[in-house]
Structures are given as structure tokens and as C-alpha cells.
């Protein structure tokens, strides 16, 4: 039995794990094939290698085997103060829930976490899918959990952060009072703990961190899994290690790994991660998505009426119109206070040409360019605001 970290063993979980120690792991991870019924297949970046694994088993009886037979000596690897992680969709969440409370037991059922991202798909008649599901079971309930705050929500009144609260007689949540009536405040406030919705943006295609193999998992999301249950030098298991993303982000964390997979490519790729990890980071955690609300409020009151999408962080476009103009989009902007008509519109001829569009409107805000009548783009329609075109009556 091995009782050391750190290292990748190709081949069947189920076979692997009997190489590890009993009640040696702190940490089990598992992003387990999902009951697509589908074969998943990625190249990587360079378009060089070509990963893939099998996700077909027949019925629901199978899947559910392959998963409990698994899943039950993971459960013996696990410290009495050990927790695991499975991650799901909506394809086989039922049976994984149902493997997990007969192997954990309901009483070791701690969360259902929903990891909530925006993804753009053409979808299929029904609801667009933006999450994906993670039950966190213990062992025991003597398990390790770190507890990490978040900030108040914008809605928070102050008075709920700087006083304390107690219950009444019915059990009703009151503000605390000492004998005179006064207002008792409360203990230094951390913020909020971290609730079971967690929004961490999908990886998308450009990203650095990308690998290019299926169903690649963001390191933030593990990162949080990682600092939620375990301490430094702790072991972290992922039986299904695929291109070695909890590893990678256990390694990062100062806590020790073990990745097991049946693919020898994902163990390789596994490795040179490790060897060379590059972590993506999110400016949407750190700057919030209103940070990415760039759209000119001022300029869109111009389009009300219309039926329009707001344009984010483009200097050459402020709307696209739903409409389309001979099956192109019809690009809309916006003249800005410290910018001549010329230059207004260049930025949005130049924002034609990349996005293909043969039609476009300009909207003259400011008297600076009554004199620019040579503007002359093709497919370019300017618009005067009332108020230049009064200005212009009486301009004379």
C-alpha cells in the first residue's frame, strides 16, 4: 500500500485505489463520466493530440454499478474527518445522489452545490443549461470545513451588519437590547459565509489555462473545494483526474495530490500541468460583473422604443439591432461628448467592416461636426438628435 503523495497511476480507479492506504485521504474529488450516452472528443490547442473517453453504458443499472463499486472504496480511503466532492449534470444526478446516500448515508449529505456560469449555446427547444450540480458528502460529521465569508449584498441595510440580533419568545429574529432598551452591537462581522451558488465563469476557449481536453473543469472551482475542507499538506484524491485540474490546483494550494486515470494521454497531460501549472484569472470574480457594464446608459435612452442588444466593452459599437439588414447586423452608435462626428464615425465604419455589416447608424449628439459633411461611409446612415437639429435651425 502506498501511504506518499503526489504522483499520477494510470489505469482503473477501481484497480488503483487499492494501492492507496486506508483512511489516508482528506480530500476526494471525482468529475465521473456524466451518463451522456455520448463518446467525448477534444483536440488539444495545437490541434497535435486528440483526447477522448467513452461516457455509453446501456442503462441507468450499469451506470449506477460502475459508480458504487467506485465510490464504496473511496469511502474506505477517506480519514473519519474526510469529505468528497462528485460532480454531476442533469444526465445521471439521480443516480449519483441515490449512490452517494446508500454508500455515505442521507446523514452525511452536507450540500448540493450548483456551480452557475454563463455559456453561450445554441439550445435546443427548452431552458438554456447554465450550472451544473456538486454533492459534498462527509464521512463523519467531525469533518474538516473552513468556513470562507463573502461580502454583503448591496441590499443589506447597515443596521443588520453593526447590530446584534437575538430570537424573542416566538422565536423571531429581533434586534438585541440591554435593560434600558439600547441597541446592543454585535462582534466584528467577517461578511457572509459562502452560500451553495456558486457563479465562477466557465472556461472559455481563449483561455490560457485551457488544454484542450472534454469537460476540463476551471482551477477557481477547485481551488474553492480545496480551501473549503482541507489544510496545507493535506491529500487530495481525484480518481478521475482527466487533464489533472485538481492536482494541479491542489499543488497550488500547498496540499498534496494523488490522480488516477484510465487514459495514459490524460496522465502525461496531467503531468506537464503540473510541471508548468498556468492559472487563468478571473477578472469577473475580482472586478464584479457590473465592472463589465461598459454600455453608454445615456446613448441607449437615445434607442427606447427599438429592439435592440446593448454592446459591452466596444469602442466602435453601442447596440446591435435585432433586426437584421440583408441577413447582417445592423450596428448602432452613438456620438460621444469629446468626440468629432469624423472620429465617431470611423470607429464604427471600422466596427462594419470586422463584424460584416452592411448597414449602420450613427447618432449625432453635439454640434461639433455640423460642419463635417463629407462624412461618407457605405451602408452609414447619421442621425440627428433634436437637439442638434434645432441648433441647426437656428444656427444662423
Known amino acids: ?136 458528502y462527509s464521512k463523519t460529521k467531525n469533518f474538516k470545513f473552513n468556513t470562507v465569508f463573502t461580502p454583503y ?32 452591537l454585535g462582534d466584528k462581522k467577517k461578511g457572509v459565509p459562502l452560500n451553495d451558488v456558486w457563479d465562477i465563469p466557465y472556461l472559455n476557449p481563449k483561455a490560457k489555462e485551457r488544454v484542450g481536453y472534454p469537460t476540463q473543469k476551471p482551477l477557481l472551482l477547485l481551488e474553492r473545494i480545496i480551501e473549503l475542507t482541507t489544510d496545507k499538506n493535506d491529500i487530495v484524491l481525484d480518481p478521475f483526474c482527466g487533464s489533472g485540474t485538481t492536482c494541479v490546483a491542489a499543488k497550488l494550494l500547498n496540499r498534496n495530490y494523488i490522480g488516477i486515470d484510465k487514459s495514459s494521454e490524460a496522465i502525461e497531460l496531467s503531468k506537464s500541468r503540473i510541471q508548468n501549472p498556468i492559472k487563468t484569472e478571473s477578472k469577473l470574480l475580482k472586478k464584479g460583473r457590473d465592472s463589465y457594464l461598459s454600455a453608454d446608459k445615456k446613448a441607449l435612452e437615445l434607442l427606447d422604443g427599438l429592439k435592440f442588444n446593448a454592446v459591452q466593452r466596444n469602442k466602435g459599437i453601442d447596440a446591435i439591432l435585432m433586426e437584421l439588414y440583408e441577413g447582417t447586423p445592423i450596428l448602432v452608435r452613438v456620438q460621444k461628448e469629446k468626440e468629432t462626428l469624423r472620429e465617431s464615425a470611423s470607429l464604427l465604419a471600422k466596427a462594419m467592416k470586422i463584424k460584416k455589416s452592411k448597414k449602420s447608424i450613427l447618432i449625432q449628439t453635439n454640434h461639433s461636426g455640423l460642419f463635417e459633411t463629407d462624412i461618407n461611409h457605405a451602408g452609414m446612415n447619421i442621425l440627428k438628435t433634436p437637439s442638434v437639429e434645432i441648433f441647426n435651425m437656428f444656427k444662423g
Open 1 to 136: 500500500m502506498k501511504n506518499i503523495a503526489n504522483y499520477f497511476l494510470a489505469g482503473d480507479c477501481i484497480d488503483k485505489m487499492e494501492e492507496i492506504e486506508k483512511n489516508f485521504i482528506n480530500l476526494i474529488y471525482l468529475d465521473p463520466p456524466f451518463f451522456t450516452e455520448k463518446k467525448h472528443t477534444l483536440k488539444s490547442k495545437d490541434r497535435k493530440k486528440e483526447f477522448s473517453f467513452e461516457d455509453t453504458w446501456g442503462s441507468s443499472e450499469g451506470y449506477a454499478h460502475f459508480l458504487y463499486e467506485r465510490i464504496k472504496l473511496m469511502h474506505q480511503l477517506l480519514r473519519d474527518d474526510g469529505s468528497i466532492f462528485v460532480h454531476c449534470d442533469k444526465s445521471g444526478e439521480h443516480i449519483i445522489r441515490a449512490v452517494l446516500d446508500k454508500v455515505f448515508g442521507e446523514k452525511n449529505f452536507q450540500s448540493e452545490i450548483i456551480w452557475s456560469y454563463k455559456r453561450w449555446s445554441n439550445s435546443k427547444k427548452g431552458l438554456l443549461p447554465s450550472h451544473q450540480n456538486i454533492y459534498f
Open 153 to 184: 449584498s448591496e441590499t443589506t441595510n447597515v443596521d443588520q451588519i453593526l447590530q446584534r440580533r437575538t430570537r424573542d419568545a416566538d422565536n423571531k429574529s429581533i434586534y438585541d437590547t440591554d435593560k434600558e432598551g439600547n441597541v446592543l
